[in-house]
């Protein structure tokens, strides 16, 4: 019998027993009463960030995953944490964990009525922009900046190659344009320097830390040192929506913004829903062909962590992969684990995720192997961490092992230095979670990101030529004054 079956038949069960468990499930928190629904008047239910304390780590992470249980990239010491609702921390003491309650929230309203803008002024929950705008700031700066910035349309999503609605997929260069420049053509004139956001379509704060990247560039070229000289010796790529689908789902929600992480393919899973631990879609960031499906990965097509029926399965994904290869040459020859690209291989890529507060870097499958260019990775992980206030290692050293990550394919398949940032509020600010209140956004996590950017950006020319000591000699051009120009 399927793990789902077993789940609807023991629903009864579980919901009869939250009534005298959940006061143990909570003892660290009392839960807020239900928050009303300014859309409908009515009260809505309650969700819950659970603090998970592990014995094993590794096994915990896969039981908890395999379990079907929302775990977010979250990790402190040997605490994990999951997202649900009042049963979930019942479903969790009854299967040998000990939650308490680290966070109260009200939870999202799917479909609630939001208001509209039009082109870049398309946001909800208080200014997070929308697919629609993210896609018309683009275009915008394309057309003020003709000699800085081009667009590309790369594919089409999932929804839209099935004829049901959907979006392309873009992305744009930034660089100071001259013969050759932003080609698709993996033997470019200059380096390139990748950034891409918004896979995971919950984590709103990355699309925002694109969208400010690129009006940095364009807008700071001529009058900033270090974004001119970046500007006339670099490609800057940007792909500030990898799961645009996925995002118009969350948008949805207006002010209570749906929290979907996959995508939207429910070919595998047409009953789920856009509830906890019942969504429907792929999970993009487990989807990757490489060591697909070894760690950190679920098999349910409901489940947050799913990765999808075979590696690279998903539309978004095959198009982006696509991307990539006419991007950046294929220099890591080798087919092993620790064959290493050569020293002198160019390009940078960085996926932004949200909210751990962290900087990864391959392999992020398992973290018991390295990969042959691990000295140079982690000395610019650790450079970066340091600007950000950010922890630093592989996915497993520092928050658990993953499989099918972006990270991990650009690496494996072209020899791509690349990284992950978990972008979160690492100095308590009020500016947690997935949709934290939208003036953390420039206040907060923009002068942290716009610096360690700008340094990921510098190293794009010879990323495996970094030392521990010559990453921590970041050029005088790194420094600059992003709190005092925020957007």
């Given amino acids: 019998m399927s793990r789902t079956r077993l789940a609807g038949i023991a629903a009864g069960a579980v919901v009869a027993l939250a009534a005298t468990l959940l006061p143990q499930a909570v003892t660290a928190a009392h839960a807020s009463p239900p928050a009303a629904d300014p859309t409908s008047g009515t009260a809505r239910a309650t969700d819950y960030v659970y603090r998970i304390h592990t014995h094993d780590l590794e096994h915990d992470a896969r039981t908890l995953i395999a379990g079907g249980y929302d775990l977010l990239e979250r990790r402190q010491g040997a605490d994990l944490f999951v997202m649900g ?74 929804l839209k190659q099935h004829g049901r609605g959907g979006e392309d997929l873009k992305a744009i260069c930034v660089t100071k344009m001259n013969q050759g420049d932003c080609g698709l053509n993996p033997d470019s004139p200059k380096p390139r320097f990748f950034l891409m956001s918004q896979i995971h379509a919950r984590e709103l704060t990355t699309g925002e830390m694109a969208w400010r990247w690129i009006d940095e560039l364009t807008s700071q070229y001529g009058k900033d040192p270090a974004i001119t000289n970046l500007m006339n010796s670099t490609e800057m790529w940007v792909v500030p929506d990898a ?115 962290m900087v990864l870097f391959p392999w992020e499958y398992d973290s018991t192997v390295h990969t042959g260019n691990d000295t140079a990775l982690r000395a610019l992980a650790q450079q970066m961490g340091s600007i950000t206030g950010f922890q630093y290692g592989q996915a497993g050293e520092i928050l658990y092992d993953a499989s099918g990550g972006t990270d991990d394919w650009t690496y494996d398949k072209l020899g791509l230095a690349s990284f992950t940032i978990e972008i979160g509020d690492v100095d308590n600010r009020g500016c947690d979670g997935f949709t934290p209140r939208y003036s953390c956004q420039d206040s907060y996590f923009w002068p942290k990101m716009e610096p360690a950017l700008l340094y990921a950006a510098q190293h794009a020319a010879t990323p495996y030529q970094t030392t521990a000591a010559s990453a921590r000699k970041a050029p005088a051009s790194a420094r600059t004054t992003a709190a005092t120009r925020v957007h």
Avoid at 251 to 267: E, I, S, Y
Avoid at 276 to 287: A, F, P, Y
Avoid at 315 to 340: C, H, I, K, M, W
Wanted: glycine share 14%; hydrophobic share 30%.
């Fill in 85 to 158: 609702d009042a049963t979930t921390g019942v479903r969790l003491r009854l299967a040998g964990f000990g939650p308490t309650v680290d966070k109260t929230m009200p939870a999202p309203v799917p479909l609630a009525t939001r208001p509209h803008g039009t082109g870049v002024n398309d946001t909800f929950d208080g200014g997070y922009h929308t697919v629609d705008a993210q896609y018309a700031h683009l275009d915008q700066v394309a057309a003020r900046y003709p000699g800085l910035a081009t667009v590309v349309t790369y594919g089409q999503s999932w």
């Fill in 243 to 357: 799961n645009p689908d996925g995002v118009d789902m969350v948008a949805r929600g207006g002010n209570h913004p749906v929290l979907q992480r996959k995508n939207a393919d429910n070919a595998q899973g047409s009953g789920c829903g856009t509830g906890e631990n019942n969504q429907i879609g792929v999970d993009l960031n487990r989807n990757a062909g490489t060591h697909w499906d070894t760690s950190g990965t679920s098999d349910q097509p409901c489940d947050e962590e799913y990765g999808g029926p075979s590696a690279d399965s998903e539309v978004e994904n095959t198009a982006l992969e696509q991307l990539f290869r006419e991007l950046y040459p294929a220099v890591r020859t080798g087919s092993g684990v620790t064959d290493p690209a050569p020293d002198t291989a160019r390009g940078m890529m960085i996926t932004l995720h949200s909210d751990a507060g």
